[in-house]
Every structure is written in structure tokens, then in C-alpha cells.
């Protein structure tokens, strides 16, 4: 059981005021900075979906832009090829991309640390290198594939920045809402427990591999889905697009946000791809400062900007189920046999100390995320 | 795939391992420095490619400048220009270490994974802004272009010359690591920093001495490096870096003479794959040997160390 705050008056309002502002953002701030917030929403979504690999499972993984790079291509190889309406390759795209995942992954996933960390840097190289080449003879080499048709929802064309601001950001509030719900799931708590303590996971019955292998590939697809997004939205896919560099971005997108925190990544995202252009003055001394003002964020914030706050679960429901738990230890104290029935009927053990507050020790399990 | 002109195939086969061992030394050179750097602080020093492409740019400065003009000869310029590198590049990054390391050091080790990385990106870019973002070319008269013929083979001197360089790089790496006081005082940081200071061992002079030998060497290689190819970069430091980490970890990361036998093999890997398989791959094969050994020994060739959970 997951202990939700119900949201506050405030609350609702404040979120009610950040909708009535996003949508009214591309027409306050006009197409450049529009764009910027697309690029922003792009590398929001890859943050989070990378952030379920690397900040919820703590798996190394500095090879996102190959997975990101298989959904764009797909989406540019069905559109300029077989003429598909490009929304509908979003779910080939993932599929895809999840499926390179489960193939790239599956062998690999046993590394740990540093030893996976290159290991998908060569991935992402692998990827680079066999898309410049025409792999199969489908990619276009290292001028890529230039994307005629442009997204049409229901007659509807996207092509102006505000369209895409409207269409990404929405994703953006879907995939949000769906990987916070996703944070608190048992899939969620599985993942943070395998980061937290490999062992102790898996032997609490954690099939680590299996989780391992599924953050990566939920990760991929959820890539490889915002890969169609961008495809469209840049029109030329070519490989310069995915290269290693893209995937460090992604990565300091994570790490310098709060890895495993969801407002850390956005966060994350909004500085890495708007840092550059407040220090567009500085031309083309940018990177400099940008690069000097990543050691000096981890410098001054090692755990990342927002770091995951504490979560908190309650117990009290499970107390009576589990005869090896809480309950059945204190029932062992009262005289109760251990090999009560796994039908131990609960709230014996709540009634005892039914006086008790709520949020006592040994109520909540805290769980450091 | 064989090249028009060359058609005996010996021959071929030899000039590509000439090749692959003199690329190989480099590597080997380069994967020393990450090796080191790691033994000690588990840490990838993802700039280390960076303050090679430093080395390969201070060469050419120097050897430009007052290499050429004349007090010396060719030889002894190159040779003392060598020594002046070593130094040049192991004192950035000494200040390296103080500036983007030191302060992460009790922090987890991601966020030193970020700071290297943004270090990596602040060098690659001071060395665009300082020398510009296209190839620059080697002084002509350093460069060593006497071809051998040994039994029928045309090698160039300077691969051999290379090789050479390379390997008492590392003979007297090996024997300062193994031989030495101060050797063994590293070694002893590398395996336990704790036991090590109660030891009377100082761990941060210690470090600070890895982080200068590591990027010296790593500048030293640069320098062959343009010495050997006679054009250079601002961005080849990645590529370099990248492989030449590949070539630590497939050695063994942490061991010494495993990241110079996984270097050497890393060379010669490349010059076959591209010469007998697929030129245009050529830079993907580093990482599917990696990946490959990863596979199959996963703590690499030599190594006994498997990498700690994070």
C-alpha cells in the first residue's frame, strides 16, 4: 500500500495554473523558444525513460541514443519506403526498439558497474557506425533519410513548433503520469531494491535479471516511441543524430537532475538542453562553460539536483498475512506456534496496540529511493 | 578484402600486424593511464582521452615553435620536446584531479562519472577554441619517413620507432610499479586505501602521483601519435580514449601489464578486421571484442578484480 497525500486545494490549483500556462506558452514566447521547449520535451521524455534503466535500477547504461536511434529509423525507413503515416510506426518504433533492447541486453545484462557503462558505449558506437555504413542497405549511409510526410492526426498536420509543442508535451504528461504510477508499483519497488542491494533482492525472491532485462527494455521502447516523435520533427534522420555524445547528454540529463527522481530529470533536462542557449551569448565559448558547469554542479550537488525523496509504504495492512513477518513474530512472543497458516487472520497483532499512532516505528517501512 | 597492389598476401598480413602493433603501443600507452587511474579510485576518467589529444596539440606547439629552430637536432629535439610532454600533460592533470575529482572523491561514484565527463567536454573544447576545430598537421621534418626494407617488407621506421617508444614506456612503467618504493606504495592504494594509510602511506600524494603518471603517459602517446599520422584533431581524444579504455578493461582492469597486452591486441585486432574484414567497420570491431570478452571472461584477460556493485 502506497501512502498518497490526497492532493491539496493548493495543490489542484497550482497544477491547474501549470496547464493553463503550458498551453498558453508557444503563443507568449513565439517559434524559436517554442522549439526549445520541444527539444526540452524530447529530452525530458528520454530522461525519464532513461531514468527508469539507470536512476530507478541503477544499471549503468550510457548507450541510450542506440534504442532512441533504432525508433527514428524505424519511423524514417516505413515513411520514406513504404509511404506508412508516421503515427502509426510509433508502436512499430517501440516494439522494435524493445526488441533490439531484449537481443543487445540479454547477454550483457550480468555485467555490473563500469563493465556495463562501456559496454553500452560500444553499443551506441556499434549502432553509429553500422548506420553510416547503409546497414542492409535501408539506412542511407551518413546522409541519413530525409522524412517527406509529416504527422497527420485525423487530417490534422503537425509540422509548426507550437503543433509539436502541443504533441510532445502531451506524451510528456502521459509518460509522467504512467512512470510515477510505475515508481510506486511493485515493478517500481523491485527495481529500486535490486539498486539499492543486488543480492539482498534477489534473495528476497527478486528475479534480478529478469527485472534488469525488463527496465532495459521498457526503457528501449519507450525510446524508441519518442525516436518516431523526432524523426518527424527533424525531418533529416541521419546518424550524427546518435551519436555518443547524445547518450552522455542523456545520461548527465539523469544523474544531474536526481537519478530516480522524476521532477529531478525534468529538471535535468531543462538545464542540459537550456544551459547552452542562455550561454548563447558566450558563443562559441558555450560548451566551455557548459562543460565546466557540469564538475561544478556535481561538485556542489553530488546526488543530483532533486534528488528522490524518502518514500513511505504502509505495513500495517500486510502485518497479519505474512506468518514469517511482524505479526507472526510477535504472535511467537505471545505463545503462537510460527507454523501459523498463511491465513493468520490479520489485525491480531493490530489490535494489540490498537492505541498506537498511525505513523510509528515499525508501522511504515521507509524505503530510501 | 584485399587492397589492388599489394598481392602477396604474406606480405599484407605482415605490414597489417606492423601496423597493428605500432597503433596497438599507442593504445596500450593510453589504456596504462586508465588503468592506473581506475586501480586506485575505481574511477573512468572519461577526460584521459582528452589530455591525449592535449599531448598530440603541446607536440606540435613545441616542436614548431623551438623544436625546429635549429640549436638542436631533430632527434634530440623530439626527444627532450617527449620528456617536456610527459611533464606538460601530467601536470594538468594533477590540477584535473584537484579541480573535478578530488572534491567527489567521498560522493557516489556517478556523480564522479558526470564530473569526468564534463571535464572531458571543458578540455575538448578549450583545445578547439585555443587551436582551432580543423586537422593540424605535423611538422614535416619531425616526422621520421625512412622505409626499411626487411626480407622483402616495406616497413616505415617510424612504426618500429613507435613500437619501441611504446614498449619501454611500459617496461619502465612495469618496473617502477613492481620494482619501486613508491610502486609498491601505489599498488598498496589500489588494493586497500584504508590499510594503506594506516600503513603511513600519504593515499592523496599517492593519487595525486597516479594522475600525474597516467595523463603523461597518455600525453606521451599523443605526441606519438601525431608523430605516426602527422595530422591531428581536437575531437580524436574520444575515439582514442574510448578504445583504448576498451583495451583496459579487455586486459583487466587495474593490471598493469593487462591493459598493455589488451592494447597491443586492440591494435593489431583493428589493423586485421579492417584489412580482411570490413574497412568501414573498422572502428566498431574495438567494441565487439569487448563485448565479446565481456561474454565469455568477463573480468577480462588478466584480471582478477571483478568491478564492484555500484
Not at chain 2, 32 to 43: D, F, H, S
Not at chain 2, 135 to 162: A, F, K
Request: with cysteine; aromatic share 10%.
Amino acid at each position: 500500500m502506497i501512502v498518497r497525500r490526497l492532493p491539496k486545494p493548493a495543490g489542484i490549483m497550482g497544477l491547474g495554473a501549470l496547464f493553463i500556462l503550458m498551453l498558453a506558452l508557444p503563443r507568449i514566447l513565439g517559434p524559436y523558444w517554442t522549439n526549445l521547449l520541444n527539444d526540452m520535451g524530447i529530452y525530458a521524455i528520454l530522461g525519464l525513460s532513461l531514468n527508469i534503466i539507470l536512476g530507478h535500477c541503477g544499471l549503468f547504461h550510457m548507450g541510450h541514443a542506440a534504442f532512441y536511434a533504432v525508433g527514428a529509423y524505424v519511423t524514417a525507413i516505413l515513411s520514406t519506403r513504404f509511404a506508412v503515416p508516421i503515427l502509426w510506426t510509433l508502436p512499430l518504433s517501440g516494439l522494435m526498439s524493445g526488441v533490439f533492447a531484449l537481443v543487445v541486453a540479454r547477454p550483457i545484462i550480468h555485467l555490473r558497474g563500469d563493465y556495463l557503462l562501456v559496454v553500452t558505449i560500444g553499443i551506441v558506437e556499434i549502432v553509429r557506425i553500422a548506420l553510416v555504413n547503409n546497414i542492409f542497405g535501408l539506412t542511407g549511409g551518413s546522409n541519413g533519410l530525409l522524412i517527406i510526410n509529416p504527422i497527420s492526426i485525423f487530417g490534422f498536420q503537425v509540422f509548426s513548433p507550437a503543433h509539436f509543442y502541443y504533441l510532445i508535451w502531451s506524451i510528456g504528461a502521459v509518460t509522467i503520469l504512467l512512470f510515477y504510477l510505475l515508481q510506486n508499483s511493485r515493478f517500481g519497488r523491485a527495481l529500486n531494491y535490486i539498486k539499492q542491494d543486488e543480492l539482498a533482492a534477489e534473495g528476497c525472491g527478486v528475479n534480478t535479471s529478469h527485472y534488469k532485462l525488463a527496465s532495459f527494455v521498457l526503457g528501449a521502447v519507450w525510446a524508441g516511441m519518442i525516436g518516431t516523435i523526432f524523426a518527424a520533427k527533424i525531418e533529416t534522420v541521419s546518424p550524427q543524430s546518435f551519436s555518443y555524445s547524445e547518450s552522455v547528454l542523456l545520461f548527465a540529463i539523469v544523474i544531474l537532475g536526481g537519478a530516480g527522481s522524476i521532477p529531478g530529470v525534468l529538471l535535468g533536462a531543462f538545464l542540459i538542453t537550456g544551459l547552452p542557449e542562455i550561454f548563447r551569448e558566450l558563443q562559441s565559448y558555450r560548451l566551455l562553460f557548459f562543460g565546466a558547469a557540469m564538475v561544478a554542479m556535481m561538485i556542489f550537488r553530488p546526488q543530483g539536483l532533486i534528488p528522490p525523496g524518502r518514500r513511505f509504504y504502509k505495513v500495517r495492512p500486510y502485518l497479519g498475512r505474512f506468518p514469517c513477518g511482524i505479526a507472526a513474530r510477535s504472535g511467537a512472543r505471545r505463545g503462537i506456534s510460527l507454523s501459523a497458516s498463511p491465513g493468520y487472520p490479520a489485525g491480531t497483532d493490530a489490535g494489540a496496540d490498537a492505541g498506537k499512532p498511525a505513523r510509528g516505528p515499525g508501522d511504515m517501512i521507509e524505503e530510501q529511493a | 578484402m584485399r587492397r589492388p597492389g599489394e598481392d602477396v598476401p604474406m606480405i599484407e598480413f605482415f605490414q597489417q600486424l606492423s601496423n597493428g602493433l605500432a597503433v596497438g603501443g599507442i593504445y596500450a600507452l593510453v589504456a596504462l593511464g586508465y588503468t592506473m587511474v581506475y586501480g586506485v579510485l575505481k574511477l573512468i576518467n572519461f577526460a584521459h582521452g582528452e589530455l591525449f589529444t592535449l599531448g598530440a596539440y603541446l607536440g606540435m606547439t613545441l616542436l614548431l615553435s623551438f623544436g625546429l629552430s635549429g640549436i638542436l637536432g631533430p632527434l634530440p629535439a623530439v626527444l627532450i620536446i617527449f620528456a617536456m610532454i610527459t611533464g606538460l600533460v601530467g601536470l594538468s592533470g594533477f590540477v584535473l584531479e584537484r579541480a573535478a575529482y578530488r572534491p567527489l572523491r567521498q560522493s557516489n561514484r556517478l556523480a564522479a562519472v558526470v564530473s569526468a565527463l564534463g571535464a572531458s567536454i571543458f578540455l575538448q573544447n578549450a583545445i578547439m577554441l585555443f587551436y582551432g576545430p580543423n586537422y593540424q598537421v605535423y611538422p614535416e621534418e619531425t616526422r621520421v619517413t625512412i622505409t626499411l626494407s626487411v626480407l622483402g617488407l616495406d616497413i616505415p621506421l617510424m612504426r618500429i620507432l613507435l613500437f619501441l617508444a611504446s614498449v619501454l614506456l611500459m617496461l619502465a612503467m612495469y618496473l617502477f610499479i613492481h620494482k619501486t618504493k613508491t610502486g609498491t606504495a601505489i599498488r598498496a592504494v589500489a588494493t586497500d586505501q584504508g590499510a594503506a594509510r594506516l600503513m603511513g602511506i600519504d593515499v592523496n600524494r599517492i593519487i595525486s602521483l597516479v594522475f600525474m603518471i597516467g595523463p603523461g603517459l597518455g600525453g606521451a602517446a599523443g605526441m606519438l601519435l601525431g608523430l605516426y599520422y602527422g595530422q591531428i584533431r581536437y575531437d580524436m581524444g574520444t575515439l582514442y580514449g574510448l578504445k583504448a579504455f576498451t583495451a583496459a578493461i579487455i586486459g583487466g582492469i587495474g593490471n598493469i601489464p593487462g591493459a598493455m597486452l589488451g592494447g597491443i591486441l586492440l591494435g593489431v585486432a583493428e589493423a586485421m578486421g579492417a584489412a580482411y574484414v570490413a574497412p568501414a567497420w573498422k572502428d566498431a570491431f574495438a567494441f565487439l571484442v569487448l563485448i565479446v570478452i565481456l561474454i565469455f571472461r568477463p573480468t577480462g584477460l588478466l584480471g582478477e578484480r571483478v568491478a564492484d556493485k555500484i
